[in-house]
Nanobody, 115 residues
């Protein structure tokens, strides 16, 4: 089992920045892809950004150029730097990790972009 704990959400004004972190614990060996997903009220969960164990990244078109995902394999953490935030980025952001064919999720952290 892998436990994922997110931190760093909150309220920010449009144009502002937030940094989300996700710490993995438990059976962390052989964790593969890690990613951030988000779900806004009334909408389906969507992929925000993905990073492989080797550092290859993939972003949703809506966040390209504004968000950056990174990971520290030694510390078993994945981070999402979010810049130039827009009201439409408001959602619950959840961390995700894949390990040996299983998918694990964190509990989620709320990000609200509002003036």
């Amino acid at each position: 089992q892998v436990q994922l704990v997110e931190s760093g959400g909150g309220l920010v004004q449009p144009g502002g920045s937030l940094r989300l972190s996700c710490a993995a614990s438990g059976s962390v060996f052989w964790i593969g892809d890690m990613g951030w997903y988000r779900q806004a009220p009334g909408k389906q969960r969507e992929l925000v950004a993905l990073i492989s164990s080797g550092g290859t990244t993939n972003y949703a078109d809506s966040v390209k150029g504004r968000f950056a995902i990174s990971r520290d394999n030694a510390k078993n953490t994945v981070t999402l730097q979010m810049n130039s935030l827009k009201p439409e980025d408001t959602a619950v952001y959840s961390c995700n990790a894949k390990r040996l064919g299983l998918i694990f999720w964190g509990q989620g952290t709320q990000v609200t972009v509002s003036s």
